[in-house]
């Protein structure tokens, strides 16, 4: 388990394709429970250790995850993800590449829980959620194209369905319609980088995780102006 950052109050992991961040039915142990262990086992803790769950990544996405190890920074970093006050930077390794440049894209989403799928849908419809996020392409190789990706809101598998629905199909991405699928049985999705203002110290906090391999080839051979 890589952790990238831990004081006092929270903790942030760098998660890899494959892991989950909170138990489900496939009784795997999950993300949560590895950082109560470290906790215990680092700081000699007696008895249960905290650890709150302050957001999720799908299993097989990787990047960074923040962990709570108060409930006062449960508690509020909950407000702030809720409030849209911390900051999420995604990369995606993508088939083809986009229309353009760079862009804005805003979709009307549809979940459907009994195939853990979302779907892109017309404005108005029921149960429909509205999703934004910004794009720009940073390189593009012979097959793949490196995207970097800013969330604005958070709707469940919102970049898989939004950059599919655009034509850029995360490579792996069986589900949302790739090729075929990663050697790991993940996907080419990255929680790549987090800000956002201490929930307690009120410092500014800035965290980056280490580019996958697979992207950081194509960046370094056909990588664009990083502005």
Not at 103 to 115: Q, Y
Not at 142 to 162: F, N, P, S, W
Request: aromatic share 6%; hydrophobic share 40%.
């Amino acid at each position: 388990m890589e952790v990238v950052y831990e004081d006092n109050h929270l903790i942030v992991v760098n998660k890899r394709a494959g892991e989950i961040v909170q138990g489900d039915k496939t009784g795997d142990k999950p993300l949560s429970e590895m950082v109560k262990d470290y906790i215990k086992e680092k700081y000699a803790k007696p008895g249960n250790v905290f650890c709150g769950v302050v957001h999720r990544l799908d299993r097989p996405v990787a990047g960074l995850v923040v962990f709570a190890r108060t409930s006062k920074a449960l508690e509020r970093m909950n407000a702030m993800f809720r409030d849209g006050k911390v900051h999420k930077t995604y990369l995606a390794l993508v088939e083809g590449k986009p229309p353009r440049p760079e862009g804005l894209l805003e979709d009307w989403l549809v979940s459907d829980g009994r195939i853990n799928k979302t779907f892109v849908t017309a404005a108005g419809s029921k149960d429909a959620k509205l999703a934004r996020l910004r794009y720009r392409m940073l390189a593009q190789g012979r097959r793949y194209t490196v995207l970097e990706v800013e969330l604005l809101t958070g709707r469940k598998h919102q970049i898989r369905a939004q950059l599919a629905n655009m034509g850029c199909v995360i490579k792996g991405d069986l589900k949302y319609g790739a090729r075929r699928s990663n050697p790991d049985g993940g996907i080419s999705l990255q929680a790549h980088k987090v800000e956002f203002v201490h929930p307690v110290s009120r410092e500014n906090i800035s965290l980056t995780a280490d580019v996958l391999s697979e992207m950081q080839l194509i960046l370094d051979e056909k990588g664009l102006d990083q502005r």
